[in-house]
């Protein structure tokens, strides 16, 4: 059991490692989108911190290069979720034949995309922190991991239950405009309205939004932030679960006899 | 041939929907015997070979395994996104086994060792059908079930793998290979026809 989590999380790991159009969307759509929006925002905005009460006036830069953050690492971590999903399905199916623990193997899968979230949320920080000093380094990640952790749930999630790979890539990029879309009042004259806190981006961008401007932090929108992540995580680990079911394990067979009632 | 058969299917059926794929399937399978299973195109092998692994559930029946399985699906089901090497540990893993010696050996045989290092998904579909066919006798299964195994191999691959099966055999291996046409009925035991769900001649006799 340890040495097949240990074997899923390594090799999820390299997995993700031969994913080269993920990473190169990370190395030069990111930057790229962040020079964009550098060249072309101009004057101030009003944003409401919802926890504290307050409402901050920023650069348009600031606001749109934080939202702007949040909108691709979903984008591509929702893809990322979403392809594990529909490309590992059927030899996940054929190893829990052989003998692999399905526990270890969504334990070993999940441990690896979480690490990757957590490189990517901190990798994407750092790329906002090029263009202007973010107050609060860990804040602004940990904030940038919340939503990028609910996208990659998400993503795993439509994997399973949609047919094909063409609708999990519409569903993300719909879902990821509309949501981190709504919550920038530079588009958007929801934003500061209260229709906006039942989005999954919502808490991320009210974390990312007080670490990068000001020096307040409320912790426990990490934590209910998460709660996205789990809840969809939950339903996608479900699904996982059930469709890598098979009417017995082959590799650990001795003597077996199956009976079908029908 | 023991009494005993280590692979019994006993009135076997199943549908899709009003679908009926499977009308009620009986067979058995002794040690040390290699039997074929041919059938057109939609006639089921693919669905019965599926009950018989365990991948799927029958709508009745009853499946008796004696020994450790092996399962070959018809298209390969592997991680196109890791190397050869890579495919082998993981699969040793869910084997229980702690090293990948007797698939190195398996590689060798079926001549794509030179592709060890390289990622499934920039290989040939010849080779990923040796390293599909390569991870489901790795662990030396007492019971081989294979779905089309040699498509797309060469001629030299298609005859190293009938020496490989034929040595398997010899040392006890009970073997199932299902396709929709077979070249050299000689080569098994029995070859039975599933047609309209059901098994019926052995065209071997």
Request: glycine content about 8%; charged content about 15%.
């Amino acid at each position: 059991m340890i040495s097949q989590f240990w074997a899923t999380f390594r090799l999820s790991l390299v997995e993700q490692k031969h994913n080269r159009f993920a990473i190169a969307l990370l190395l030069v759509y990111l930057p790229a989108w962040f020079a964009i929006i550098a060249a072309l925002s101009a004057g101030t905005i009003e944003f409401k911190l919802r926890a504290f009460g307050i409402t901050v006036i920023t650069s348009q830069l600031r606001l749109s290069l934080l939202t702007g953050m949040l909108n691709a690492t979903t984008l591509i971590m929702g893809f990322v979720g979403l392809s594990v999903m529909r490309q590992s399905e059927a030899v996940d199916q054929r190893l829990v034949l052989c003998g692999h623990s399905r526990g270890a193997l969504l334990l070993g899968r999940l441990v690896a995309l979480g690490l990757v979230s957590l490189a990517v949320a901190a990798y994407a920080t750092s790329m906002v922190s090029l263009f202007f000093p973010v107050r609060d380094f860990a804040e602004v990640a940990a904030g940038t991991f919340v939503a990028v952790a609910a996208y990659v749930a998400i993503g795993m999630l439509a994997g399973v239950v949609l047919p094909g790979d063409l609708e999990g890539f519409f569903f993300i990029i719909m879902l990821s405009l509309v949501d981190t879309f709504m919550q920038n009042p530079i588009g958007s004259a929801a934003a500061n309205h209260r229709v906006v806190e039942f989005f999954p981006s919502y808490l991320p961008m009210q974390m990312v939004v007080a670490g990068a401007l000001t020096s307040r932090a409320a912790w426990w929108q990490f934590w209910a932030g998460l709660g996205w992540a789990a809840g969809f995580g939950l339903l996608g680990l479900a699904a996982f679960w059930y469709r890598t079911r098979t009417a017995r394990t082959a590799g650990n067979a001795r003597v077996s006899a199956r009976t079908f009632a029908g | 041939m023991n009494t005993q058969p280590s692979l019994a299917a006993t009135d076997v059926a199943r549908s899709f929907g009003r679908r009926v794929v499977l009308r009620g399937v009986t067979f058995q399978a002794h040690t040390g015997e290699m039997i074929g299973i041919v059938g057109e195109n939609g006639a089921g092998k693919t669905t019965l070979l599926r009950i018989v692994a365990g991948l799927l559930p029958a709508s009745r029946g009853h499946v008796e395994v004696r020994g450790r399985l092996g399962y070959c699906p018809q298209e390969p089901q592997v991680h196109t996104a890791l190397t050869v090497a890579q495919n082998l540990e993981w699969f040793a893993a869910a084997y229980g086994m702690a090293r990948t010696a007797p698939a190195d050996a398996l590689m060798e045989r079926l001549g794509f060792e030179r592709y060890r290092h390289v990622l499934v998904r920039d290989l040939s579909g010849g080779t990923r059908q040796k390293l599909n066919l390569t991870l489901a006798v790795m662990h030396a299964p007492a019971i081989l079930l294979l779905d089309e195994p040699y498509q797309g191999f060469d001629w030299e691959t298609y005859q190293r793998f009938w020496a490989l099966a034929e040595e398997s055999r010899r040392a006890g291996q009970t073997i199932v290979v299902i396709s929709h046409l077979f070249y050299e009925l000689a080569r098994f035991d029995r070859v039975l026809r599933l047609r309209d769900g059901v098994l019926t001649a052995d065209l071997s006799a």
